[in-house]
């Protein structure tokens, strides 16, 4: 049974509407109990520090009394305005220090939680003019960050979600290769990849081809889809823009064996939209495309034309099979 999770904070979206009267942001139980009231979602993601306000063991305890799991925590470094500048990457050692015990901190909580995955996005890592930054000792003070959380539990995976841009004009890991780059450079077996898809459109990749360098030369350990125009980090619902290459990832990550859970990084409260019916979209949609995948493993005709790079077939092959014919 697949295990689908969602971006959490994809819950306040009309918090009007679901909780008239109610005064300030939605709480993490009242958002939870919305999630969960959305037919075959099974887990959620937590933000770190902000959705960990109690001990890490109370706050699963509520998760799990409102019905679902928590997948794993993902690091967000806004506690000081100085990680603008840089959180593993900022120029000041005490300030580079603090994100990375905090980073510390946040792994203990996951491990606490049973839910052994730390998800970083080092959006603020990066730079916005040329002479800014020595980028040599930035890719070092990165990769030792990355190395540094990662020996602090071995037995916690440290996930990295790349994203070209945004924050910073130029992220220092923007895409697939350059991740590997440095999760090979950190040594750390621990270490692996975390793929959005709409980021990988942000970085002009293909996403199954992305999968695939991720499972050649790393491990895959966490999927967030969604979609998007290539842009920007859009956060539309999954297959909406490309479901072509939806399919292509789903079916690639099934030949590669990934078996952790299917994460919704998309975007309900940027248009208004109900955030339970959103999900409930991305759900079937997954499922459907899963149907689908299952139909390319056993199409002969395809995969002949796969092999030859014959694309007006292998396209033939492809149409038939998301019509149903």
């Not at 690091?75 to 980073?103: C, H, S, W």
């Not at 970083?120 to 190395?147: A, C, H, K, P, T």
């Not at 072509?244 to 990550?253: G, M, N, Y």
């Not at 999900?279 to 995969?303: K, P, Q």
Request: with cysteine; charged share 20%; aromatic share 8%.
């Amino acid at each position: 049974m697949t295990r689908f999770a969602t971006r959490l904070n994809s819950f306040a979206a009309q918090a009007d509407q679901a909780w008239p009267g109610h005064m300030g942001k939605p709480t993490l139980e009242m958002m939870v109990a919305r999630a969960a009231s959305v037919p075959g979602l099974t887990h959620v993601d937590l933000n770190f520090p902000d959705h960990v306000a109690e001990a890490p063991r109370t706050v699963r305890a509520r998760v799990n009394d409102l019905g679902l799991q928590v997948n794993g925590l993902a690091m967000r470094y806004y506690t000081n305005p100085a990680f603008k500048l840089g959180a593993f990457t900022n120029p000041d050692r005490a300030v580079r220090q603090e994100a990375i015990d905090l980073t510390k901190r946040g792994i203990d909580a996951a491990l606490e939680m049973d839910a052994p995955l730390m998800t970083l996005w080092l959006g603020q890592d990066g730079f916005d003019y040329s002479f800014q930054g020595d980028y040599g000792r930035m890719w070092d003070d990165e990769v030792g960050g990355i190395r540094e959380v990662a020996e602090h539990a071995p037995d916690c995976m440290i996930s990295i979600e790349y994203k070209a841009n945004e924050p910073r004009s130029y992220a220092l890991l923007p895409d697939a290769a350059t991740t590997l780059l440095a999760i090979a450079e950190t040594g750390c077996a621990n270490t692996g990849v975390t793929l959005d898809f709409a980021h990988v459109l942000y970085a002009d990749e293909m996403p199954a081809f992305s999968a695939t360098l991720i499972a050649r030369k790393s491990r895959l350990l966490g999927v967030h889809l969604n979609d998007g125009y290539a842009k920007r980090d859009d956060g539309l619902m999954v297959g909406s823009v490309h479901p072509q290459a939806t399919l292509e990832l789903l079916w690639q990550i099934g030949r590669d064996g990934y078996d952790g859970v299917i994460y919704f990084d998309t975007f309900p409260d940027a248009s208004g939209i109900d955030p339970v019916e959103e999900c409930r979209t991305n759900i079937e949609a997954v499922e459907r495309f899963m149907r689908m995948a299952e139909r390319v493993a056993g199409d002969n005709a395809l995969h002949e034309a796969i092999a030859t790079q014959n694309s007006p077939l292998s396209q033939r092959a492809v149409a038939r099979i998301m019509a149903g014919a």
